[in-house]
Nanobody, 117 residues
Framework: VQLVERGGGLVQAGGSLRLSCYAS???????????ISWYRQAPGKQRESVAT???????DYADAVKGRFTISRDSARKTAYLQMNSLNGDDTGVYYC?????????WGQGTQVTVSS
């Protein structure tokens, strides 16, 4: 199993990005009931949880991103998404996808998001 992340890049403050996380090699019976999370790590800081989607519909967000970020999943595509709007400099960092399932705990390689002012 490999989590393939895409969608990072350089964006101006106030802009938007959508990250995706494709669970390559993961079977549907593992992906569907899993808990999906997005984490980020800013330079010199610890990795922090940004958003979590569990039981297919229950979401939780860090206070810093509430109202701006949306986590979602497409079970048919075995892909998770993180829509990020109204980005600011504090959102700069490496973003990681995590899938916690009955078959194991998986991490993506990380994708860089840089917000310029």
């Amino acid at each position: 199993v490999q989590l393939v992340e895409r969608g990072g890049g350089l964006v101006q403050a106030g802009g938007s990005l959508r990250l995706s996380c494709y669970a390559s090699g993961m079977i549907t019976s593992v992906f569907n009931p899993s808990t999906i999370s997005w984490y980020r790590q800013a330079p010199g800081k610890q990795r922090e949880s940004v958003a979590t989607l569990s039981d297919g519909r229950v979401t939780d967000y860090a206070d810093a991103v509430k109202g701006r970020f949306t986590i979602s999943r497409d079970s048919a595509r075995k892909t998770a998404y993180l829509q990020m709007n109204s980005l600011n400099g504090d959102d700069t960092g490496v973003y990681y996808c995590n899938i916690n399932s009955w078959a194991g705990d998986y991490w993506g390689q990380g994708t860089q998001v840089t917000v310029s002012s």
